[in-house]
């Protein structure tokens, strides 16, 4: 058994059949967690999860890049570029808090940080980034779920904001740093704080993180796919779906020098115990 820890079924992209994508991870025993970026994707994520009884889970937030509008060739990571459109939300606490108690919401998220885009000039958005953040780390404290965290260039702004939070709550703050892009003495800062790093499909064709998934406690690392994005060796260049959590699995077990199943096995334990699914 597997848990794709960040699926994005509930994207668009899958209109035409994400039910048959659902399906066919099911029955490769693989569990997944859709995660909104906006208030509708979030709603989508929880309809996915209530149509099934078991293996379908929901996080429910607000993405950084949609506190503005824009329309652009966006950079998934250095890797991978898509056409992207993005409309403002406005955050609205008590409208995500109702979503979130919704049965089968497991976390908050996709939440954090993003500054690829912004200029030096606009620190405005920098800010109001910071401000929303912060009202969905307290979102999370306030229903004791877990944050599932996006950070795009600002690992010095999320570790800051994490430590203020970690000093008055400790125990009470917990998430995962997802599609980890930092350094290892990042890994370490987040680690110490207590909260999971998620490894997806890049680690199949890039060697960046190579050191971090090699020298983290397994216990601390969760798989995931961000499907619809960052398809995996050996589908490059195709659309990504959950079931291919597996390569990503693989490739843990061969950075780590263990088995296939040690890393089914422990991964899966970390999610349950992380989301309590």
Known sequence: MLIDTHAHVNF???KGDGDEVVKRTLA???WLIN?????????????????YPAGVFAAVGLHPIHLRAEHT???IDEYETVEF???????DYDEYKKLAQEPKVVAIGEVGLDYYRIKNNESGIMEKQKEVFKKQIELAIDLQLPLIIHCRNAHADILEILNSYFMIHNSKIKGVIHSFSGRWSQAQEYLEMGFYLGFNGIITF????????????LTRLLLETD???LTPIPFRGKRNEPSY????????????????????????RNARELFKI
């Open 206 to 217: 890039a060697r960046d993180y190579d050191r971090v998934v090699r020298e983290m406690p």
């Open 73 to 75: 060739e966006a950079h």
């Open 85 to 91: 459109s993005s409309r403002v939300e406005k955050f």
């Open 35 to 51: 995660v909104g970026a906006q208030e509708d994707t979030s709603r989508r994520a929880v309809e996915y999860a209530q149509r």
């Open 12 to 14: 668009v992209v899958y």
């Open 28 to 30: 490769e025993d693989v």
């Open 227 to 229: 499907c619809p994005y």
């Open 245 to 268: 959590v597996k390569y990503v699995a693989q490739r843990v077990a061969e950075l780590r020098n263990i088995t296939f199943e040690e890393v089914a096995e422990v991964t899966t």
